[in-house]
């Protein structure tokens, strides 16, 4: 089932899409609660086009430690002030 495309999933659950999104957010969310983020010290940020044409995500790298710590949706400057915000929630340190 890990194989399969995201509307195969939707399909071969019998829900609708936005069911399919609050699921993945509520264990987004609890697989994130206890992370630790107090040790990240250098932050990559870049964007990337999620389809074609204009829909953007942008990436949050922690450097050092060569993983993704966020992915956000958009590419304009509410999209790094909103993981800024999350950041500052993890009692990380945000030096701009």
Known sequence: MA????F???CFLHCRVPRIWRI???W???ATADEDLSEVS???IDETSSK???KYV???V???ERRVIGVQAGKDSNTITNFVEYLESKKVIVIV
């Open 3 to 6: 194989a399969l495309a995201f």
């Open 8 to 10: 195969q999933h939707r």
């Open 24 to 26: 993945f957010d509520y």
């Open 28 to 30: 987004m969310a609890q």
């Open 42 to 44: 250098h932050l990559g």
């Open 52 to 54: 074609k044409g204009h």
């Open 58 to 60: 942008t990436v949050f």
């Open 62 to 64: 922690d450097m050092e």
